[in-house]
Nanobody, 123 residues
Framework: VQLQASGGGLVQAGDSLRLSCVAS????????MGWFRQAPGKEREYVSS????????YYADSVKGRFTISRDNAKSTVYLQMNDLKAEDTAVYYC?????????????????WGQGTLVTVSS
């Protein structure tokens, strides 16, 4: 699976951004999709993920209520809508995929990674 993330940028605190990640090479609906982020000087951390159907969505406590993950299997794309952005959301955001057809639980282990897109939130 090849993953291409986009949508990052420089915004002010309180603004919104929507990240997109387009997948290619395999049957997208067979994959559980996730978003991770890595801030400068910190380890990569889990942000959110979504099951193959789009029904199961999961979030880190730090983004719950502000971020929304979704997917469009017809477009092989997963999205991360980020609202009320804070300075601490500044990071490189990565999309990731793990083979999990019909899976119904959150996944934290991933086999495929995109190149990352930078989100910078100024306070």
């Amino acid at each position: 699976v090849q993953l291409q993330a986009s949508g990052g940028g420089l915004v002010q605190a309180g603004d919104s951004l929507r990240l997109s990640c387009v997948a290619s090479g395999e049957t997208f609906k067979n994959y559980h999709m996730g978003w991770f982020r890595q801030a400068p000087g910190k380890e990569r951390e889990y942000v959110s993920s979504v099951t193959w159907s789009g029904i199961g969505t999961y979030y880190a406590d730090s983004v719950k209520g502000r971020f929304t993950i979704s997917r469009d299997n017809a477009k092989s794309t997963v999205y991360l809508q980020m609202n009320d952005l804070k300075a601490e959301d500044t990071a490189v955001y990565y999309c990731a995929a793990v083979y999990d057809p019909l899976g119904g639980k959150p996944r934290y282990d991933y086999d495929y990674w995109g190149q990352g897109t930078l989100v910078t939130v100024s306070s």
